[in-house]
Structure formats: C-alpha cells, structure tokens
C-alpha cells in the first residue's frame, strides 16, 4: 500500500532528528579539542583527506554499526549509479540550478543553511563541496561498498556536529522551526537530489525510461537511509515521491529572507565564474523556468529572456567548467 505522508505526520517528523548521529556527535564533542573537531569537520565534508590515526581509529565504531538496509539492492544501486554517470553533467548542472534553490523555497528548513553564515560567504566553494558529494553518492560500486558508505556517513555525523553547534548557540527556535536538520527536511533534501532531479531533466525533454527512474530512486533512499532518513519518510516508487514532495512542499515552501538571500548569492556566483554574462542569464532564465514561478518569485529569481533550445549543446558544458576549474572533482 503507498505511503500516504500525511501533514500531521511530516509535522511530527520536524521535531525528530538521528538519535544514533547525535550520540556521535557528543562523543566527538567530548573527546576532541576545538581544534581537532575543527579539522575533523573540513574532513567530514571532503574538503581534507586525512585526520589524525587516533581520530579515525575512536569512529571507527561509528562506521562499522551501520549496515544497509535489508531491502538495498546492489543490482538497482548500480543501474542507478550508470544512470548518474550516463547523465553526469546534466545532473551536476540541475544541481546549482534547480537542486539547490529548490531547497532555499523552505522556510523552515532554510534557517540551518543560513545560521553560520558559511553559504553567503564561500557559495563557490559550497557548491563545490556538494558537487564532490553528489558525485560520491552516485558512485556506487559493490566492490567498493564500505568505502562508498563510509563517505555518506561522514555527511551523517557532519549534520549531526551542525545540530550540536547549533544547540550550543541557543539561538534556534525549535517551537517554530523545527528541530535542526530534523527527518522533515533531511527528506526534502534527499527529493531534491533524486526526485527533483528527475522531474527537472523530463522538463528539459532528455529521455530516460521508468525504470532508470526507479533505479536512480532506490540509490538515493539508500544514501537517505545510510543518512539517518526514517524509512517512513523514504518513498520507494516515483508515485510515493510525487506526494511526499507535493506535502513538504504545501506546508513548507514560503517566501522568506533567507530564501530569497541565498538565491541571490547563488545567482552571483554564475555571474562572477561563467566565462561569459549571457550563459549566466541563460541559468538564472533556466532556474525559473525549472522551479516555475510560483516558486520563483518565492525566491526572487529574476525574469531573463532566454532561447530554450541553446541549452544542452552549450550551458550544460560551460556551467560544469567552471564547476571543476578551481578545485579537481574526482569520480
């Protein structure tokens, strides 16, 4: 029977958030120095290659517990992984203009990617990091299996350290947001990088079967279980993923501040790093036709006049240039 994802429901999931990640987290909060939990967070978030034999040796627990669901399937996790690589720079490039704004549409959510203050001040390097996740994530391979959990788990506990610092800040208002990163938005998020992805290369007219869908799909509920996502909230048909979107989308997308501030941060970007101004209108004019313009003007995406047709020859590629030009990206 599909999940229903009922409004009652989603908003008790915003009060939940990852018992066993937190339980890391104040182990890590315990145990390391500022410093080192500094370094442990560049880490985390793939930006260094190496911590200290002792750090590493004092998680390894953490890395060991989690194991994949029983009902992960190798055979889809792979098809799904050939289906990202076949579509590679289409997907990177959905990423920056539809993945990401998409998310900036929720009110609530959008208050932990402004709290540090990080995404305003380093965009380009944010949307690199994520880029590096995100071609992690779809790297699938059974042979390197651990590995490739490992790297969703880093993210795991880097949420998890976010939560504590953010708690520590005393400045968050759980009564009217939510708990930080709470099950709510980290399953918005996961739809935005599997589900949004997929509705978004349809409206660009670029073929796929439903099968490479639901491929593409149970990767990213495994990814969002390895996550700490409640199974309850992982949506194991395109349908399923059709409602679970169209609720945290009913109740949570409002135009905010913050919203609007780092879509136009994100929008800066193009025009400082794109070889050239007009393939920058043509992303801005692109983004607002991906999100359509009730969630556009949410955001205060501006209107560009744009020529539809000039896109996958030539957008695509430049975008992911300058994706890769400061910082290697490795598959």
């Not at 953490?62 to 792979?78: C, G, H, L, N, R």
């Not at 506990?157 to 980290?186: C, Y």
């Not at 609720?247 to 135009?255: M, R, S």
Request: proline share 2%; hydrophobic share 45%; aromatic share 12%.
């Amino acid at each position: 029977m599909p999940k229903i994802f009922d409004k009652e429901f989603l908003a008790s999931q915003r009060q939940e958030t990852d018992a066993y990640a937190n339980l890391w987290a104040e182990v890590v909060w315990k145990n390391f120095s500022i410093q080192e939990i500094s370094d442990l967070l560049t880490w985390l978030n793939g930006t260094q290659n190496t911590i200290p034999n002792q750090m590493k040796a004092s998680l390894q627990l953490y890395f060991d517990e989690v194991i994949f669901p029983s009902w992960a399937d190798t055979a889809k996790m792979q098809a799904g992984a050939r289906f990202f690589h076949k579509h590679r720079s289409i997907i990177l490039h959905l990423l920056g203009v539809l993945s990401l704004p998409y998310c900036y549409a929720a009110k609530n959510g959008v208050k932990v990617l402004t709290f540090s203050g990080r995404l305003q001040n380093d965009a380009f390097k944010r949307l690199q990091e994520t880029a590096i996740f995100t071609i992690k994530a779809n790297s699938f391979v059974t042979l390197q299996s651990e590995v490739w959990k490992n790297e969703i788990l880093k993210i795991r506990l880097l949420h998890a350290l976010v939560r504590k610092f953010i708690g520590q800040s005393q400045k968050w208002k759980t009564d009217i947001w939510g708990e930080p990163i709470n099950q709510e938005d980290m399953a918005g998020t996961n739809l935005a990088f599997s589900y949004i992805v997929l509705r978004g290369m349809r409206k660009l007219d670029i073929d796929f079967s439903e099968k490479e869908a639901e491929n593409f799909l149970h990767l990213w509920n495994v990814i969002g279980y390895l996550m700490g996502i409640s199974e309850d909230l992982l949506p194991f048909s395109m349908r399923e993923a059709y409602w679970l979107d169209k609720q945290i989308a009913t109740t949570q997308f409002q135009e905010s501040e913050e919203g609007k501030k780092l879509t136009k941060t994100l929008i800066e970007v193009f025009y400082e790093h794109l070889p050239a101004r007009f393939l920058a209108d043509l992303a801005v004019a692109e983004m607002r036709f991906l999100l359509g313009n009730k969630i556009a003007n949410m955001l205060e995406v501006p209107q560009v006049i744009w020529n539809r047709n000039f896109f996958t020859e030539n957008l695509t590629i430049q975008i992911n240039k300058w994706l890769i030009s400061q910082q290697s990206i490795k598959t």
